[in-house]
Nanobody, 125 residues
Framework: QVQLVESGGGLVQAGGSLRLSCAAS??????????MGWFRRAPGKEREFVAT????????YYANFAKARFTISRDNAQNTVYLQMNNLQPEDTAIYYC????????????????WGQGTQVTVSA
């Protein structure tokens, strides 16, 4: 069984930063074989793509809103993927989820095989 556990969310003022982490585990889960993605769901909105990263650390893809402010990275030795978020704005308030997909690097949610439970990010004005 694969488990993804997000952490690092919280309450931050507009203009602030947060670094989300997602730790992956599983007896037969080979982390570097999986692309890792971040998605978010804001209140009353559909889940949307934020960023994704290939198993080796490249390539990376970002949603347009994330390109200038967010950075996705991973540490395969620690089975962890990160999302550094800078200059956060109230519209970034959402639950952030990480997800794992075997071998492909999708920018939509449907192909992902495994999902975490999410971590809440709240940005106050």
């Amino acid at each position: 069984q694969v488990q993804l556990v997000e952490s690092g969310g919280g309450l931050v003022q507009a203009g602030g930063s947060l670094r989300l982490s997602c730790a992956a585990s599983g007896r037969t889960f080979t982390f570097h074989n999986y692309a890792m993605g971040w998605f978010r769901r804001a209140p009353g909105k559909e889940r949307e793509f934020v960023a994704t990263i290939g198993g080796s650390g490249v390539p990376t893809y970002y949603a347009n809103f994330a390109k200038a402010r967010f950075t996705i990275s991973r540490d395969n030795a620690q089975n962890t993927v990160y999302l550094q978020m800078n200059n956060l704005q109230p519209e970034d308030t959402a639950i952030y989820y990480c997800a794992a997909d075997y071998s492909t690097i999708p920018r939509t949610a449907e192909p992902y095989d495994y999902w975490g439970q999410g971590t809440q990010v709240t940005v106050s004005a």
